[in-house]
């Protein structure tokens, strides 16, 4: 009885790998995030096909792409990578590829890329009157995406402390000279 219940258990993981007529992916994209203007690459890899014709989805629709490369990893053994140069809002959304084989679309697991934006500024520091020697305020907020924000404040050309997380106020001793120039940057 136990040679026989062996058997049956062996027969069934061979199974558990292939997704019909000798098609196996052996490689699958992988969910990514990524910040907007980076590079994305996705890989997919499949194996018992003779020179296949693998397809890059997004949601749905076929990618046209002049970026799509294929490697030779065995006879018949191939890998396919789709890369987005500077990735954008647009791009986000579920990946997967495909392959045909003897009338039939096999499809890998699929993958979500999310695009992270670029922090913007909510409010920026506004010009500011005061007397000779007085002291005042400059304040400056940023959101992201990607959170946490932080604001690095430079005044006349100088680095004034260390990031700190938006909302940022830079306190500005009283100046003798006529006209202070700050400038702030998101981090």
Known sequence: MKPLLWTV???????????????LFTKHPSNQT??????VRLGCAVEGVTEPDIMWIKDGEKLYSTDQVFLTLGEQHWETSH?????QQQDAGQYWCEV??????????????????????????????????????LSCSAVGPPEPVEVLWWLGG????????????????GQSRRGVSAEHVVL
């Open 9 to 23: 258990v062996v027969f069934l993981l061979s199974l558990s790998g292939t997704r019909g007529n000798g098609v």
């Open 34 to 39: 990524v910040s907007q203007g980076k590079e």
């Open 100 to 137: 045909e084989h003897q009338g039939q679309t096999f499809s890998s697991d699929r993958a979500w890329v999310t695009v992270e934006g670029v922090p913007h500024f909510t409010e920026e520091p506004q010009d500011v009157a005061v007397f000779p020697n007085t002291p005042f305020n």
């Open 158 to 173: 100088v680095q004034k402390g260390d990031p700190k997380l938006s909302h940022s106020v830079l306190r500005v001793p």
């Open 83 to 87: 890369s987005v140069k500077s990735v």
